[in-house]
């Protein structure tokens, strides 16, 4: 049974990685304003061009659909073609597997840094991350998924968030968010906490990690956001503004 569900998913996940034709990247990058801008610990959120990244958009209601941690130059680690590598991510078909940063060059990007964490945590976190290479992809979770790339899921706006939680659930198992999700948790670094009050006084509360998305990276008040353009503090003054369109606000 198991050769047969393994053979199932390596069919779905050939299926769900295949590109979609319409992806559009909003504003181009450098690789070396990238890498500027990038400190050990920050999540780098991808907006991906594959079929699964659709279906995570969707039920998240994200530009979001893929989430990798920068843990620096200061490794050995690899890529899969023998390059230095600087994140570690979960990928659908070879699992926490090490990545160069030039994998994303061209696409929708987001730094979101843990502005809060103490040194010794962020290294904790990393080596969290480390540790964890070579663990398999949650394959539960991408036929799951699959099911949701009809045109118009029929999937209420409130149920959205548990679809993305219905992988296996198993802790030698991850997908992108819930590794990194977990990295944090085990140093205690909130990233969207579940806050209730007791006694007049605020209570987090750790929410599983399977039900986090890299949206919730975005969105969290404990992550600041970066943006490689704005810190090189370029004067809009100077821009070079298309003359006719100038002209047509105008008229």
Partial sequence: MRSVTRFLSQIII????????NYQAHQFVPLTDLRASLQPGDVLLV????????????????TWSHA?????????????????????EADVSRGAIASSLTKYLGYNTRICRPTLITPDDRAAVIDYMIDALGMAYDVKNV??????????????????????????GEPSQAICSTLIA???QSVGYPILPDVTVENQREVLHIRH???????????????????????????????????????????
């Fill in 14 to 21: 050939r299926y769900i990685e295949k590109p979609v034709l």
């Fill in 47 to 62: 907006e991906g061009n594959q079929r699964i990244s659709t279906a995570i958009k969707y039920l998240t209601q994200s």
């Fill in 68 to 88: 990798a941690l920068y843990i620096g130059d200061d490794h050995t680690l690899k890529d899969e073609f023998g390059y230095p590598a600087c994140l570690i």
């Fill in 143 to 168: 036929i799951d998924l699959a099911r949701y790339l009809l045109p118009q899921p029929p999937v209420p706006i409130k149920w959205r968030r548990r679809m993305i939680a219905l992988g296996s």
């Fill in 182 to 184: 977990r990295a944090f």
């Fill in 209 to 251: 990690h399977s039900l986090f998305t890299p949206r919730d990276f975005d969105v969290s008040p404990y992550f600041d956001i970066v943006k490689p353009l704005i810190l090189k503090n370029p004067d809009y003054k100077n821009f070079n503004w298309h003359r006719q369109a100038i002209d047509s606000h105008e008229t």
